[in-house]
């Protein structure tokens, strides 16, 4: 079985547990260091010879353009995150639909390619922010992947369907229509992956718990996903994550903590995974399932 094999595009003082130290403002007076660990990452799949998704920062697109030209030159899947990393909770919608709007033709004019996938930040498609879907769907975007079927202090939606699934659009007040759109049609899913063990529901493969979780551990999750509920895993990381001497910042040490712990193993999880299993990117695992069809992706 393949599996979806996906890295968020951004630069480590975009991440959440930096938002409250940093103000957009001060990025660009920051140390980059995006493009490097994404050419890592890119020269790691050339090596394993597998593509994957790449949901790009459209505030990193706009200011290397080159960088996602060779993201798509190597043949992966260029997917928007974005433009300015702000959690959906904290915009309005025309606010959101700026943003997107901005990303996706940044992002666009820099592959020379359509983008159909979204990524929120911190996955913030949580229920009180569903009504993103339906903008999503408005400028162009076929799926998401933002919704984590888990309790967590940041995001989450614990009852939401585990596996891949169209999500039936959203009216204005946040109400379920459940009639698609006018042809019956409605933005595809693929949710992050969790495991249920008595009853609740634990992530695995990405970011930080991927981080966290010994290799052995994340191996045999998946391969229990895969054998016993024979559903595809997605799995997430950001190029920061492989980067183990990314400039500390300015917060408390748990805070610290909670985003560098184990950056020093990542890559190395990385090389066993790409042995370990078969990966493709999003827009084929969905289209190889059903979930899109192959019209609606050419």
Not at 27 to 51: E, I, K
Request: net charge positive; glycine share 6%.
């Amino acid at each position: 079985m393949k599996n979806a094999l996906t890295f968020d595009v951004e630069e480590y003082f975009h991440a959440e547990a930096f938002a409250r130290t940093l103000r957009p403002e001060e990025w660009p007076g920051l140390a980059s260091r995006v493009v490097d660990t994404t050419q890592r990452l890119l020269d790691m799949l050339d090596y394993a010879n597998t593509r994957a998704t790449f949901f790009v920062l459209g505030w990193v697109a706009e200011r290397y353009p080159a960088l996602v030209q060779e993201i798509a030159a190597r043949h992966h899947e260029i997917a928007c995150h974005g433009y300015g990393h702000q959690m959906i909770n904290r915009q309005t919608r025309q606010q959101f639909a700026e943003d997107v709007r901005r990303a996706k033709a940044t992002i666009e004019d820099a592959a020379g390619v359509a983008v159909i996938g979204y990524r929120a930040p911190t996955f913030s498609v949580i229920r009180g922010t569903l009504w993103s879907l339906e903008v999503l769907w408005e400028n162009g975007f076929l799926y998401d992947s933002s919704i984590f079927p888990i309790v967590h202090d940041r995001y989450g939606i614990p009852d939401a369907p585990r596996f891949p699934y169209r999500v039936p659009m959203i009216n204005v007040n946040g109400s379920a229509n459940g009639n698609g759109n006018a042809h019956g049609h409605a933005i595809a899913e693929f949710p992050l992956s969790t495991i249920s063990v008595l009853g609740h529901r634990l992530p695995i493969a990405g970011g930080g718990y991927f981080r966290l979780l010994p290799y052995a551990v994340t191996r045999r999750l998946i391969q229990r996903l895969n054998a016993r509920e024979h559903q595809p895993v997605i799995v997430y990381l950001h190029p920061w994550e492989l980067d183990v001497h990314q400039p500390r910042m300015r917060v408390g040490w748990l805070t610290q903590m909670r985003h560098s712990v184990n950056t020093h193993t990542t890559e190395a999880k990385l090389r066993c995974l790409l042995k370990d299993f078969r990966f493709a990117p999003v827009r084929e695992i969905l289209t190889q399932g059903g979930v899109l069809t192959a019209r609606e992706t050419r």
